[in-house]
């Protein structure tokens, strides 16, 4: 464990994030007995700002979060590196940089599991939307696992094609075609950066993927970028939400919404900034990352709309 999480001093883990600066938000907790304090700072999609904001936060923070893009995307064993993404984390030489996918591959999966054996979602059988498994691979295998008849809109939501894919084994073979062109490509073609996070496309062609599920999954920001207007008795899986999400969420109908992520100050953060939180105790591996999930034993936070 480093000398900075063995002090009485408050660890400042930062995510500097390519989305709006409208959702920047500062937190306090702590974990473990140790004091944090937990910062969203977004660029407006301006890569060069990241860089800059990366280079001034090196070595004057415990830990570095990468919002609104990921290292690499996950299809199968293979990870596939986003090049805009591995030039960022170079920026820091000091501070450890991390993107939540640690957290996504343990802490998303087990979330499943405690779903599941709560009997909070019987997910066999149940029809699941996710939006990009390449994003969320670990809860894409529990879905499956669980027998959720589930529905991967990596083409839906990353290329705007209306192509669902049905399986793992073609998110697999698919993956291994497409993503190496695709994760050289300007990160803003794949993903909403900046002010696009924060709009909403109603979209007929997209209404219909949302309308057969009875759970929707995945980012976000995905899943908000083409909401319709009623999500009568929806349940939302999903990672960071703000109060106003929450709210727009209760006024089209959704039924339930859970975060694998718990609130803090008001909203939950994303899996870069709770991987974060682990990078500034210490922890850089799964397992050590599982240790520590085991001893905080955190919950899926769940809100019901009915209640």
Not at 45 to 67: C, K, P, R, Y
Not at 271 to 297: C, H, I, S, W
Request: charged share 25%; aromatic share 6%; glycine share 10%.
């Amino acid at each position: 464990m480093p000398e900075s999480a063995k002090s009485d001093a408050v660890l400042r883990v930062v995510s500097v994030s390519l989305g709006s600066k409208s959702r920047d938000h500062v937190a306090q907790a702590t974990l473990l007995g140790h004091n944090f304090s937990i910062e969203r700072r977004g660029v407006d999609g301006d890569l060069q700002a990241a860089q800059q904001l990366i280079q001034e936060l090196d070595g004057n923070v415990a830990a570095i979060g990468l919002g609104g893009i990921d290292l690499y995307l996950v299809a199968g064993s293979r990870r596939y590196p986003i090049s805009a993404a591995v030039k960022l984390a170079r920026a820091a030489t000091k501070t450890p940089v991390v993107d939540g996918s640690g957290l996504k591959d343990t802490l998303e999966r087990e979330t499943v599991r405690k779903l599941q054996q709560s009997g909070t979602l019987a997910l066999r059988g149940c029809k699941v939307l996710l939006t990009c498994a390449v994003d969320r691979f670990g809860m894409a295998e529990e879905l499956v696992k669980a027998g959720a008849d589930t529905t991967f809109g990596d083409f839906l939501f990353i290329l705007g094609l209306p192509i669902p894919l049905r399986s793992l084994r073609a998110v697999r073979r698919l993956g291994a075609l497409i993503l190496p062109i695709a994760c050289r490509l300007p990160y803003k073609l794949l993903y909403p950066t900046g002010d696009k996070q924060t709009e909403i496309r109603n979209s007929d062609k997209y209404a219909r993927w949302y309308n057969e599920a009875d759970i929707i999954a995945g980012d976000f920001l995905l899943i908000r970028r083409f909401l319709p207007e009623r999500l009568d008795g929806k349940t939302i899986l999903t990672n960071t939400v703000t109060s106003s999400d929450i709210e727009l969420l209760r006024a089209r109908g959704a039924g339930m919404l859970i975060t694998t992520t718990p609130e803090f100050g008001g909203r939950s953060f994303g899996t870069n900034v709770m991987e974060g939180l682990f990078a500034a105790l210490g922890a850089r591996t799964p397992k050590e990352y599982q240790t520590l999930l085991d001893t905080l034993d955190w919950q899926p936070r769940v809100i019901n709309f009915d209640n």
